[in-house]
């Protein structure tokens, strides 16, 4: 009788053959607005995930044009110009667990970056959202209780630089969305 498979179905492969260079340097070097959103990954114990893979999404501002720059040859992605705002970012965590994204402020009343997760183990990505305003009126935010929405919040630990950690399980667990088709 063969021998059960084990609990760590996915992974831990991500950091290895998604990210691409300057994967978390979302917005245009030098610009004037850049800010950034860093955190740590961890697991239900707490302990740090190393090897997880995080995209971000965000509205691009008003007149910035731009996406990840398609080769017409190989229809591959060969990074960003360094000009163009493009809204997505994609990184892998450190040996700590860590990750960072340069990007540009969202807009809105509500402004918010997208986070999807990946990392070993989960049979399925997770979404989330990193919100930059405490106080955003925000019908998600709204919906949840203050422990809970402290959770989608980022603590701005000095001007420009956000703190964003997400807790895969247990007691502090960020809170997912889950999307239905």
Not at 108 to 127: D, E, I, M, S
Not at 145 to 168: G, K, N, V
Request: charged share 20%; net charge negative.
């Amino acid at each position: 009788m063969p021998h059960p498979t084990p609990a760590q179905t996915v992974g831990p492969f991500y950091g290895y053959a998604l990210p691409f260079p300057d994967g978390g340097r979302i917005a245009p070097a030098g610009h004037p607005g850049t800010v950034t959103v860093h955190g740590y990954v961890r697991d239900g114990q707490g302990d740090p995930v190393p090897d997880a893979l995080l995209e971000t999404w965000q509205a691009v501002p008003e007149a910035l044009p731009g996406s990840l720059r398609r080769d017409p040859v190989s229809g591959g992605f060969p990074g960003r110009n360094g000009v163009d705002f493009t809204g997505f970012g994609r990184v892998a965590t450190d040996a700590d667990g860590h990750w960072a994204v340069w990007t540009q402020a969202p807009p809105g009343t509500a402004p918010y970056l997208a986070v999807c997760v990946f990392a070993r183990g989960l049979t399925h990505h997770l979404f989330t959202r990193a919100y930059l305003a405490p106080d955003a009126p925000d019908t998600l935010l709204a919906s949840l209780s203050p422990d809970r929405r402290r959770t989608l919040i980022a603590r701005e630990e000095q001007p420009r630089t956000y703190r964003f950690d997400i807790r895969l399980q247990g007691e502090k667990e960020t809170v997912f969305l889950d999307f239905h088709r």
